[in-house]
C-alpha cells in the first residue's frame, strides 16, 4: 500500500487521481490511529453514533453496534447531523512561495483533500472558495459524492495570482449568517493592511466555528539564507536588497511578533488559529474538523 511521504510528489498533488489517493492514504491511516487509540469506542465512526437516551424510538437502535460492543448506541440520522463545511483560500501570489518543487497552494490542496475526503465520509456538506483580486472560484457545499470529484478538480484549477482584495464584493456570495457550519479559512497572512483579519473577523457567527490556518513554509519561519540577497514581493513587485546575516534576527522577532499578533486577535474574536509548516504532518488538521464538528454537533 502507498504511503503519504511515497505519495508526496508534485506531479501526484497536481492531478485529481492523484490528490484523491493521497487524501484517502492520509484520512486512512489517521483513522487506523484513532481505532489503536480506542478513543472513540470499538467500531465507533465519530459523531455518526451516539449513546442510547430514554424515549428514542427503538427502530434506531443499531443493533450490529451492541453485538460488537455491549453498549446502546443510536446512529443519527443525515438531517440530524449534517454539517456543511467551507475551505476559503487565499489565492493571491504570495500563496505560489515554493520550498523544495512545493508551493504553498499544493499544501493547501492536500490538507483541503483531506479534510474533505473525512467531511463527505461523515455525510456533510462541502464547499470550496478560492478569491484574488482578480476572480472568485466557488464550489458551493453539497454532499453528493461526485462533488467531491469537482471540489477537486476546482482545487488543482486555482490561480494563485495577485493580492487579496482589500473589500471582498463577493463577501455575500461566500458566508451565510444562518447556517451550521464549520469554515476553514487558509492563508499565509500575507496582508497589506489588516485585510485578511478583517474578512475573517467578519465570517464568525453564533452558529458557526471558524478556524483561520496560516501557512509558512520553513524558509520563512526559520530565515535560512546567506549572503547578499534581493527579495521581491510576489504580489507587489517591490524590491528590497539585504545582507541575510545583518537581517536574521530582527526578521525573527518581527515574525514572532507578527505571529503573536495574528493569534490574539483571532482568538478575541471568537476564532481558532493555528500555523502549519508546509514540511509539517497534516493530522493535527483533521484533529481540529473532528473537534470543531463535535461541537457543532
Given at each position: 500500500m502507498n504511503t503519504y511521504q511515497e505519495l508526496l510528489k508534485p506531479e501526484i498533488v497536481r492531478e485529481v487521481s492523484g490528490l484523491s489517493l493521497m487524501s484517502r492514504v492520509i484520512v486512512?491511516?489517521?483513522?487506523?490511529?484513532?481505532n489503536k487509540s480506542r478513543?472513540?469506542?470499538?467500531?465507533?465512526?465519530?459523531s455518526q453514533y451516539r449513546g442510547y437516551e430514554a424515549g428514542d424510538d427503538l427502530r434506531l437502535l443499531d443493533w450490529k453496534m451492541l453485538a460488537r460492543s455491549g453498549r446502546y448506541y443510536i446512529k443519527q440520522s443525515e438531517i440530524e447531523s449534517q454539517i456543511s463545511v467551507k475551505f476559503i483560500l487565499d489565492a493571491s501570489a504570495s500563496m505560489e512561495h515554493r520550498e523544495n518543487a512545493f508551493t504553498k497552494m499544493d499544501f493547501v490542496r492536500i490538507l483541503v483533500a483531506s479534510i474533505s475526503y473525512?467531511?463527505?465520509?461523515?455525510?456533510?456538506?462541502?464547499?470550496?472558495?478560492a478569491l484574488n483580486q482578480h476572480q472568485l472560484q466557488a464550489v458551493y457545499p453539497r454532499a453528493v459524492k461526485k462533488d467531491f470529484n469537482r471540489l477537486l478538480h476546482e482545487l488543482i484549477s486555482i490561480e494563485n495570482r495577485?493580492?487579496?482584495?482589500?473589500?471582498?464584493?463577493s463577501f455575500n456570495q461566500i458566508h451565510s449568517h444562518n447556517r451550521k457550519e464549520i469554515v476553514f479559512f487558509i492563508t499565509d497572512m500575507h496582508q497589506h493592511q489588516y485585510e485578511l483579519q478583517e474578512f475573517a473577523k467578519g465570517?464568525?457567527?453564533?452558529?458557526?466555528?471558524?478556524?483561520?490556518?496560516?501557512?509558512?513554509?520553513a524558509q520563512e519561519m526559520e530565515f535560512q539564507y546567506k549572503g547578499t540577497l534581493t527579495f521581491e514581493d510576489i504580489e507587489t513587485g517591490e524590491k528590497v536588497k539585504i545582507s541575510a546575516k545583518e537581517a536574521k534576527d530582527q526578521y525573527l522577532k518581527d515574525l514572532e511578533k507578527n505571529i503573536?499578533?495574528?493569534?490574539?486577535f483571532f482568538l478575541s474574536n471568537g476564532i481558532d488559529?493555528?500555523?502549519?509548516?508546509?514540511n509539517e504532518p497534516l493530522t493535527e488538521t483533521l484533529k481540529l474538523y473532528l473537534k470543531k464538528r463535535i461541537k457543532l454537533a
Open positions: 486512512d491511516g489517521y483513522l487506523q490511529g484513532l478513543h472513540l469506542g470499538v467500531g465507533m465512526e465519530f473525512l467531511a463527505h465520509s461523515q455525510g456533510d456538506d462541502v464547499g470550496l472558495f495577485g493580492k487579496w482584495p482589500e473589500k471582498s464584493t465570517l464568525k457567527t453564533d452558529r458557526n466555528e471558524v478556524a483561520v490556518l496560516q501557512i509558512m513554509g503573536k499578533e495574528n493569534e490574539d488559529y493555528q500555523l502549519f509548516k508546509m
